[in-house]
Every structure is written in C-alpha cells, then in structure tokens.
C-alpha cells in the first residue's frame, strides 16, 4: 500500500492530489515529504473571501507539518498559488489543511491540542518534537474553535469570581455556568472591574442575559449593581465560598496582630502555626492540628473568639426557610458588633449591607449547583501555578479556558489520538 492511499482515507483534500513520498531533510532530521499539486484544471480560492478565481502565479515551494508517522516528522510540500481576485485583487490561495499563514497542517494541531489536555504543553512539545509555541498555538486555535461553535442558549445561572493572575494585585474575572447539569467557564476577562463585568455582559449578549435566573458573587456594590443593571430579571445571591472567605481573612488579620502583641510581651508563641486550625472546618483537621486546637480553646485569646464566631456562623447555611436564617444573621450580627473584635465587625457590617442578597441564597441553593464557583477557584488556581511562566494575559486565558470550558471538537474524518 502507498502512503498515498493512507492519505487520501484519511484526509482526503478535494480538489488536490497527493504525489509521490520521499525523504527529505529538515534541520538535519529525516522527515517524509509528501508532495502535494492541484487538480487539473481546478481554480484556486481566494483566501480572503474563499471565491474562486483565475490563478496569477506560482509562489516557491512551501513545507507544512503534519502528524509525525512512527516517530518521522511528515511534512505536506506544495507550491501554493496566487489568485487574481476580483473583489480582493492579487491574493494567496486558500488551502483546506491549513488556516491563513499557518506552517502546522490543522489536524496536526488538533493532535497537539488532543494531547495538550493530557500532558503539559511541555511535555507535549518534547514528545512529538515540536515547541512550546506550536503546542500554544494549537491549544488557541483549538479553544477559538470552541468558543466559537459553543451553545449559550442554556445559561440559566452564572458564577462571578476573580482570581490572581501572580502575585501583585492582578486578577481576572471569571464567569462560570453553575448549574447541576452543566458547569463551565464561560469567561474570562483582564482585572476586576466595573469595566471588566460590562464587558462580559457586553459580549455574552442581550438574549441570553435575559435568560439568566440565578447571579451569584461576592459581596461588592459595584458587581452588584452593574448585575441589577444588565439583568434586573436575576436573582442576586451572595454564595457562601466568598462570605466565608472575608471570615477566613479577618481571622487572619487578628491572629497576626495578636502574635505579635503576644511577642512583644515575651508570651509564649501559643499562635505560631496556628493559622490552618483556625482557618480550616474541624472535620477537616489533622490530628496534629486538632491537638493544637483543644491547646488553643483554653485560652481565652482573640483569635480563638473569633474562630468560634466564625464556625457558629456556619449554622446559617443549613436553614431551610430564609425567615429562620434572617433570624439568625440578625442575632449573630449583634452578637459580634459587641465583640471587640474589629475585623469580624468589618465581617458582620457587609453582611448586614447585602442582608437581602444572602438571604436570596436560599431560594437558589437548591437550584443551583452552589459549591461549584469554589470548585473552580481551587481548579482555576492549580492551573495558573501550573502555567506559572505565562506571563501574558493571552495564554493564561488558552489555558484556563481548555482546563475549565468543557469545549467541543470538530468531528474530524480521522482521530489521529
Ligand atoms: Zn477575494
């Protein structure tokens, strides 16, 4: 059997015939070369507007690189043409393998992106050989592809979130699909402002925004109101993943003021590598830090109050009806606003601000799918540190839309992985 034949069952190219296969050498490596020519009498396509036209001149030969055959790099050789158009003038031929000035063959970066969701993009450039950049640009094209024939017609609740992009005060904003039935990034955009949420709303369009039931987030005025005004139908609903997070800060700033106070007066270091049983829920402890736990209760320290405050707020996410949860936040309000305790007051004021929108919670938790905006946070920042190195904005959003936005591929004539 020819190479030829192989080719033409699995990717046929109308229009053009395969040739003869031989060896050739590329950067000193043994590759196959595949020469490829236009069928007799056919036109060549413009690459701009894809009309046919009368053929102008020959350009020199060009290599494009396709899936390597047992291990040999293959590369597809043709001499492309050029088209005297007449709605664009004098322009290169479109080809069906490859996208504009493109050197990788398409379904070599299909290959690349289908292993790029199972190894790293490093490890996938030194497996087959290629670089990191080839690896990228296969990975973008495959999302753009992605993004590009995804349905929204089913969004009914989104998740708003922001993540550090490095250290520094530089975020993105995330938006998820949260629901039981489909969870995924929908978007993600530069920095976390006002401008950031428009812009999301700007390009997931008027229609489906109308479709939208369910709005969770963090406690922030601005978000908020930018959600009532884009899509005033929704319910607002403020989720527990970000409440408890400004707990788990505010536990923190008292737990450092208070070491450090307690240093200055020679105590013992009773807070040293205390901060992740007071951050952590008591189920989820290690027998270590339990033990460290049980220490700390016997004294009546700051910290320590505040920990408990925090744990016994845990009890409002389990009413059922939210009269009997208002009930609760009032009282655990007054509770804490005589505490002493400032950066719980800072915690109990905003709760108090965005009362009614924590109260919503109740009529969406059981709609929604609602611990999945955490989920994603702890995913979405495995694969940043991951992608550590990623410094542009460009490739950070590749790379978490490939991990996190359930994207489809094309159904390709052939699957070559
Ligand atoms: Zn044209």
């Not at 590759?31 to 036109?43: D, F, M, Q, W």
């Not at 299909?110 to 490890?123: M, N, T, V």
């Not at 992608?387 to 542009?392: D, E, K, L, N, V």
Request: hydrophobic share 40%; with cysteine.
């Amino acid at each position: 059997m020819q190479v030829k034949s192989i080719l033409n069952r699995i990717q046929l190219q109308k229009g053009f015939v395969y040739e003869n296969v031989h060896w050739l050498n590329v950067d000193q490596t043994r590759a196959l070369g595949v020469e490829i020519r236009a069928r007799k009498g056919s036109r060549p396509k413009c690459s701009v507007c894809e009309q046919a036209g009368p053929g102008y001149d020959v350009l020199p030969k060009r290599r494009f690189e396709f899936v390597p055959m047992w291990g040999i790099p293959v590369f597809f050789l043709y001499a492309m043409r050029r088209v005297a158009c007449s709605t664009c003038g004098i322009k290169v031929e479109r080809v069906p393998w490859a996208e504009g000035k493109s050197h990788l063959i398409t379904t070599y970066k299909w290959f690349l992106a289908g292993w790029a969701r199972r190894l790293s993009w490093k490890e996938v450039a030194e497996a087959f050989q290629t670089t990191w950049d080839n690896v990228f640009r296969s990975v973008k094209m495959a999302v753009k592809w992605g993004l590009q024939h995804r349905s929204l017609d089913n969004v009914t609740a989104i998740g708003i979130d922001e993540l550090a992009r490095r250290k520094g005060h530089k975020y993105l904003t995330m938006v998820y699909q949260i629901e039981s039935s489909a969870k995924r990034l929908l978007w993600v955009g530069k920095d976390r402002t006002q401008k950031t949420l428009i812009q999301f709303f700007r390009e997931f369009g008027q229609k489906n925004t109308a479709r939208l039931r369910f709005v969770v987030s963090d406690m922030w005025k601005p978000y908020l109101r930018i959600v009532t005004k884009k899509a005033d139908q929704s319910l607002q609903v403020i989720d527990r993943f970000h409440v408890m997070s400004h707990f788990g800060k505010a536990i923190d700033k008292i737990r450092a003021s208070e070491a450090r106070e307690l240093k200055a007066k020679g105590e013992e270091p009773v807070l040293t590598g205390s901060r992740w049983c007071l951050l952590k829920r008591p189920k989820n402890l290690t027998d270590g830090q339990a033990v460290k736990l049980q220490e700390l209760l016997h004294i009546n320290l700051k910290a320590v109050r505040a920990y408990i405050l925090k744990e016994d707020f845990q009890k409002f996410w389990t009413y059922k009806r939210s009269a009997w949860a208002a009930k609760f936040l009032d009282a655990w309000c007054r509770r804490t606003m005589r505490s002493r305790l400032n950066p719980m007051k800072t915690v109990a004021k905003m709760l108090r601000s965005h009362r009614s929108y924590l109260l919503n919670w109740f009529a969406c938790k059981d709609q929604v799918a609602t611990g999945a905006i955490e989920g994603f946070n702890n995913k979405a920042n495995v694969t940043t540190r991951k992608a550590f190195g990623f410094r542009s904005i460009d490739v950070q959003k590749v790379v978490l839309y490939q991990t996190l936005g359930d994207l489809q591929e094309p159904a390709l004539t052939h699957k070559f992985c």
